[in-house]
C-alpha cells in the first residue's frame, strides 16, 4: 500500500477538502488528552483553510500532504522561525501538524511525512526542529523519538480554583 502513496506540497489550487476533514479528526482527537484545556469552542472550515492558506506560496512554509487513491490521509505541516538574535542558533524548524488517518497508521505514512519535513529544514539550512504536542499523547511521543526526537523542555500547568 505505502508504494501508492503519493506525498506532494500542498498548492495554490488544491482542493483542501480533505486536509480539513483530517484537521478535524485531528482536533477531536487531541480534545482526549486533557479534561478541559484542548476542547476546542467553535472550529470553523473557514479556521482551518485559512491556516493551511498561511502556508502556500510562503519560503519558510510548507505542508506535504499524503494522498492514497485520491483521498487525503495524512499531511504534516512544518515552517521555519527566527530566534531571539542573543541565541547562537538563529533559526529553527517547526512542526506544526503530524497527522495520518487513524485507518492508515502504522504503515509508516508519519515517517514519509517526516523525512519530507527533514528535507524541508535541510534546504532551509535549520540544523535543530521541535513540535509540541500533549504529554498525554503517547503514541505520538514514541514516534517522535523512534524518529531520533528527545525531549527539550516541559511545559507546566496551572488550574485556578472557583474559576
Known amino acids: 500500500m505505502s508504494k501508492n502513496i503519493v506525498i506532494y ?12 476533514s483530517l484537521s478535524k479528526d485531528f482536533f477531536l482527537e487531541y480534545q482526549s488528552h486533557h479534561k478541559e484545556f484542548f476542547l476546542i469552542d467553535d472550529l470553523k472550515d473557514s479556521d482551518i483553510i485559512k491556516y493551511f492558506n ?55 505514512i508519519a515517517s514519509k511525512l517526516m523525512s519530507k519535513a527533514i ?7 535549520v540544523k535543530y526542529y521541535s513540535v509540541f504536542t500533549a504529554v ?9 523519538k523512534q524518529s531520533g526526537m528527545e525531549p527539550l523542555h516541559i511545559r507546566m500547568l496551572g488550574e485556578i480554583d472557583n474559576m
Open 9 to 20: 506540497d500542498l498548492k495554490k489550487d488544491d482542493d483542501i477538502s480533505g486536509l480539513v
Open 54 to 108: 498561511g502556508f502556500i506560496d510562503v519560503e519558510e512554509r510548507k505542508v506535504f500532504i499524503a494522498v492514497l487513491s485520491g483521498r487525503v490521509i495524512g499531511y504534516i505541516a512544518v515552517y521555519v522561525k527566527a530566534q531571539p538574535s542573543f541565541w547562537e542558533i538563529k533559526k529553527v524548524g517547526d512542526i506544526s501538524g503530524l497527522m495520518v488517518h487513524k485507518d492508515y497508521r502504522r504503515k509508516g
Open 119 to 125: 528535507d524541508f529544514f535541510k534546504e532551509k539550512g
Open 136 to 144: 498525554n499523547n503517547h503514541l505520538a511521543i514514541e514516534f517522535y
